[in-house]
C-alpha cells in the first residue's frame, strides 16, 4: 500500500523533522535575543526611570532564555506558545520604540530610538526567525482527540 505523501500525520518521519527543525530554530532564536539583550543591557542603565531601560533588557533576556529551555527541554504547546509570545512581545517592543516616540508609560522610561544599529538588525532577526518556528510547531502540534466512554 502506497503512502499519501500529503499526509502530515504526526508520526511521519517528514513531519517530526520538520518539529525538531523549527525547535532548534527557535531555541537558537530565543539564544540570540537572550543574549543580546544580555550583552546591550548595561548601556541602558544611564537612562533613569522607575524601572530601567536595563532592567527591561535584564527581564527580555531572562524571559528569552526560559522560553529557549523549555521550547527543547518541555516540548508542548503551552511552552511553544509562551516562546511566540516572547518574541512577538520583543519584536512589538522594537518596532515601537524604533518609530514610535512614546514618551513615558507609568514606570517605563521613554525608549524610543529613532535608528537601526546591527545589535537591534540581530535582535529582530532572531525574533522574526523565532515567531516563524514557533508559529510552525504551533500549527503542526499533535491535536490530543477527547473519548467519550
Avoid: C
Wanted: glycine share 4%.
Amino acid at each position: 500500500m502506497l503512502s499519501n505523501p500529503f499526509d502530515s500525520s504526526p508520526d511521519r518521519p517528514a513531519h517530526r523533522s520538520l518539529r525538531t527543525a523549527a525547535r532548534v530554530l527557535a531555541a537558537v532564536g530565543l539564544a540570540v535575543d537572550a543574549y543580546m539583550h544580555a550583552h546591550l543591557a548595561d548601556r541602558y542603565d544611564l537612562i533613569s526611570a522607575t524601572i530601567s531601560q536595563g532592567t527591561l533588557f535584564r527581564i527580555e533576556a531572562a524571559l528569552a532564555a526560559l522560553a529557549a529551555l523549555l521550547v527543547l527541554a518541555w516540548r508542548r504547546a503551552p511552552a511553544d506558545a509562551f516562546a511566540w509570545l516572547v518574541a512577538a512581545g520583543g519584536l512589538a517592543a522594537v518596532l515601537v520604540y524604533r518609530y514610535l516616540d512614546v514618551g513615558e508609560l507609568g514606570p517605563l522610561p521613554n525608549m524610543y530610538e529613532p535608528i537601526w544599529f546591527s545589535d537591534k538588525n540581530i535582535v529582530v532577526i532572531a525574533q522574526a526567525l523565532t515567531i516563524a518556528a514557533t508559529t510552525v510547531l504551533l500549527l503542526t502540534g499533535r491535536r490530543r482527540r477527547r473519548r467519550f466512554a
